[in-house]
């Protein structure tokens, strides 16, 4: 058998994670949170069970069982046992625990890390196994884990028959322009790839530009980067989404995909123009976060969808010891991405992110930015989330129509809710395991892509 040790209740979510991973793989694992998962009666004797009958002691490390008397106990208890078995303590660390801050009983032995991903950590444990030849036993499968998980969590379980308003992070848009406009451009070849620098967002499609903006709010712009515009017209912006154009070809699928970019693009900019900061993702596209004092004591108050008042803060800071023992002091910054859906709904998608910085400097390291990100945020909750979310919108609103008012041109507007679209259900949800709460924390990185995103919408339906 595996035995997994751990520190109850604070590190259940990782361990209950693992030991129904490690039981889908089809070895025989242990803990007190899964007990019966394949048949095996409950160890009443845990001497006698790690002296007979267990092949490794898995030791989830972390802040809390490196110093938690009772995980301690089960660690020294392994560790007399360790003496006549090879590598029978296996130590996982799980958050950033300093290395020198490690108990002495795991001193010496090197540890996985699952600080950083728990997906990499699980991959090097199986290897170990293997390696160790760890025998799987044939009552523990993929079916034995899903009986198991229906007998603790049916379906049914915490559902009430009472109705229950669910909030989105859908932002719809209030006013929309009827018209946007297309720009020959001289001096264009095919293969240019300039990087124009104008004041409203403008897509690009061969020869033309497609912008909101007239000609004369360009013009300007555009002779001091030597180009000229040859001609210009007005294009209904329903008629060019529903079905392209003939001159230049643009397919209404390609017509859709520019009026999206248009409008994230604006409100990039939009969002610049209030303070915040664009942080880009490996995946090419940005967020934008709050840097320190651009919102009033860096908390934004706001009104939610039930017109209660309330209040977030937007940065925050946490002290963090370092390997030498000095503590520094590591502020968070709340930040927010869109992508655009303007077919068949038209509205923003508002996601979440959170970027770090020390003495005023981003961390320029994706992977620190991830670490730090695991470790601040695991404790934000659903309404932490949201709670931000509704915070920053509200911060990017105006405050006599509490809708965003994005510049388009300098006389056209996108207008964007600053309340999200709400939803009502006929069931509501009671959650009877707390542990489950814990919110998943969003991606660091999704690539977007405008064009894959359209296709989905369309193609699905």
Not at 54 to 73: E, R
Not at 289 to 302: E, G, L, M, Q, R
Not at 348 to 371: C, I, M
Request: proline letters at 5%.
């Amino acid at each position: 058998m595996l035995f997994v040790s751990h520190a109850n209740p604070e590190d259940n979510l990782f361990t209950r994670w693992l030991s129904l991973r490690l039981a889908r793989e089809g070895y025989p694992v242990w803990c007190d949170l899964t007990k019966l998962l394949g048949g095996e009666d409950f160890w009443r004797d845990v001497e006698a069970a790690m002296r007979d009958r267990t092949a490794k002691f898995i030791f989830v490390l972390s802040k809390t069982s490196n110093q938690k008397q009772g995980t301690l106990d089960e660690l020294s208890l392994a560790r007399r046992i360790g003496k006549q078995i090879s590598d029978f303590i296996i130590p996982l660390r799980i958050d950033d625990l300093p290395t020198e801050a490690i108990n002495i009983e795991l001193h010496r032995l090197a540890f996985i890390d699952f600080s950083k991903s728990w997906v990499a950590g699980y991959g090097q444990l199986i290897e170990a196994l293997e390696k160790a030849g760890v025998k799987k036993d044939a009552r523990f499968t993929p079916d034995a884990v899903t009986r198991w998980w229906q007998t603790n969590y049916p379906a049914t379980a915490g559902v009430k028959k009472t109705p229950e308003r669910c909030l989105s992070n859908w932002f719809e848009f209030s006013k929309i322009p009827q018209h946007l406009r297309l720009h020959s451009i001289d001096e264009f070849k095919a293969d240019d790839k300039l990087e124009l620098k104008l004041p409203f967002a403008v897509c690009r499609c061969d020869r033309y530009l497609i912008t909101f903006a007239t000609a004369d709010e360009l013009k300007p712009h555009l002779e001091e980067q030597g180009l000229h515009i040859g001609n210009s017209v007005e294009l209904e912006l329903a008629k060019f989404s529903d079905n392209g154009l003939e001159h230049p070809h643009i397919e209404r699928r390609e017509a859709r995909n520019f009026i999206s970019v248009l409008f994230r693009e604006s409100f990039e900019r939009f969002a610049v123009s209030k303070g915040l900061l664009a942080y880009e993702l490996s995946g090419g596209s940005c967020f934008y976060w709050f840097p320190k004092d651009v919102a009033v004591n860096d908390k934004v108050s706001f009104v939610n969808t039930s017109g209660e008042k309330g209040w977030r803060s937007v940065v925050g800071y946490k002290s963090v010891k370092s390997t030498i023992g000095e503590t520094r002091i590591r502020n968070w910054h709340f930040g927010v991405r869109v992508k655009t859906y303007a077919w068949p709904f038209s509205g923003f998608a508002v996601k979440p992110h959170v970027a770090f910085t020390e003495n005023g400097t981003l961390y320029d390291s994706k992977a620190r930015q991830h670490s730090a990100r695991r470790s601040q945020c695991k404790s934000w909750y659903n309404d932490d989330w949201l709670d931000r979310l509704l915070a920053t919108m509200t911060f990017l609103a105006d405050p006599s129509s509490r809708d965003l008012l994005i510049p388009l041109s300098a006389n056209e507007t996108l207008a964007v809710r600053s309340l999200p679209i709400a939803f009502e259900s006929p069931v509501s949800f009671e959650v009877l395991d707390k542990e489950a709460q814990a919110e998943v924390i969003p991606p660091d990185d999704e690539p977007e892509d405008e064009e894959d995103e359209e296709n989905d919408v369309e193609d699905a339906l």
